[in-house]
């Protein structure tokens, strides 16, 4: 099946700075991907749409200025947590579309802020 | 909207013994379910989706799943657990059949235990 890979799978950053976590379709292109958080023994919630060429969706109440998305390419999404918060600490997930067939997910970042 | 209700937020079966996870959807529009697993610290992997062409979906590594529009139910099954099977278990519901359209809503996940 078709791969997505996320990039670091952790890491562990400061208060007040900025992280960026990286989302690629290994062996397709992906017009669209989404980004979701996981809290601990939670759900995934969906954060934003990233389509590419275009600015992302967000969903409701999530701070487009916080969580910066640039989906420069058809293979490459970008998260940027900027200056983070401990309440930022989670698993961040995204998913890229293959044509409308199915959602390929990638292993996920576990960002952990202190 | 849609929405995903997922009953038991833990479940522990016995190797050997029948597995179910029950799911529950509701959806203003015929409705497109998925049931997803995930390893500790992985990202999701698909088991199985429902997209009308048949109400009984088989997927991999034994699973299976019936959609009961009456019910409003797509609870997933297998007839024996394997240790292998411990996992976290979610059941996704979309308005489009890949899941890409709008993204997919979730439920809020079962745990399996399988005790030996």
């Known amino acids: 099946g078709a791969v997505v890979s996320q990039h670091p799978s952790w890491v562990i950053c400061k208060s007040g700075t900025s992280v960026k976590i990286e989302c690629r379709s290994l062996d397709f292109q992906a017009t669209t991907m989404f980004w979701y958080r996981q809290f601990p023994k939670q759900s995934l919630m969906l954060m934003a749409t990233s389509n590419e060429g275009s600015k992302a969706t967000y969903e409701q109440g999530v701070e487009k200025d916080k969580f910066l998305i640039n989906h420069a390419s058809l293979t490459l999404s970008t998260l940027t947590v900027t200056s983070a918060h401990p309440e930022d600490s989670s698993f961040y997930i995204c998913?890229?579309?293959?044509?409308?067939?199915?959602?390929?997910f990638g292993q996920g970042t576990r960002l952990t802020v202190v | 909207a849609q929405s995903v209700t997922q009953l038991g937020s833990h479940v522990s079966v016995s190797e050997g013994a029948l597995v179910l996870l029950r799911c529950n959807y509701s959806?203003?529009?015929?409705?497109?379910l998925f049931w997803y697993v995930q390893y500790p610290n992985q990202g999701l992997q698909l088991l199985l989706k429902?997209?009308?062409?048949?109400?009984l979906v088989k997927g991999i590594n034994g699973f299976e799943a019936e959609f009961k529009k009456s019910e409003t139910s797509f609870h997933l099954t297998k007839p024996s657990a394997h240790m292998s099977d411990a996992a976290e278990y979610f059941c996704?519901?979309?308005?489009?059949?890949?899941?890409?359209?709008?993204?997919?809503?979730f439920g809020k996940g079962t745990h399996l235990i399988i005790q030996p």
């Open positions: 998913s890229a579309i293959l044509g409308h067939t199915e959602a390929f």
């Open positions: 429902y997209t009308s062409a048949a109400t």
């Open positions: 996704a519901v979309s308005e489009d059949s890949g899941g890409g359209a709008d993204g997919l809503t």
């Open positions: 959806s203003s529009v015929p409705p497109y």
